[in-house]
């Protein structure tokens, strides 16, 4: 049975963890591919930083924890955005 959790739905996160050899331009790219996945509205921070308090204790210089670092750490420093997907005409 696959674990999966509310913060990770599709389990890229918990995998990235899995795979030996992984580098943070793999990381990158899951974590991206993650991201996508959140839904509008959703608290990112509020996530990444759950992932952060899953996996940061036992894989503290894990590729993925230093990108989830980077990731809380921008969206923490940007404050809320919104994403539309589209441009307004003025």
């Given at each position: 049975m696959t674990e999966t959790s509310v913060h990770d739905p599709r389990g890229l996160i918990r995998e990235s963890y899995r795979i030996e050899g992984i580098d943070t331009v793999q990381c990158r790219s899951i974590f991206f591919d993650w991201a996508m996945d959140l839904q509008e509205g959703e608290a990112g921070v509020a996530s990444i930083q759950a992932l952060?308090?899953?996996?940061?204790?036992?894989?503290?210089?894990?590729?993925?924890?230093?990108?989830?670092?980077?990731?809380?750490?921008?969206?923490?420093?940007?404050?809320?955005?919104?994403?539309?997907?589209?441009?307004?005409n003025r």
């Open positions: 952060l308090d899953q996996y940061q204790t036992a894989h503290p210089t894990h590729p993925m924890t230093m990108v989830l670092l980077e990731g809380v750490s921008k969206l923490a420093s940007d404050g809320p955005q919104r994403r539309t997907g589209r441009r307004r």
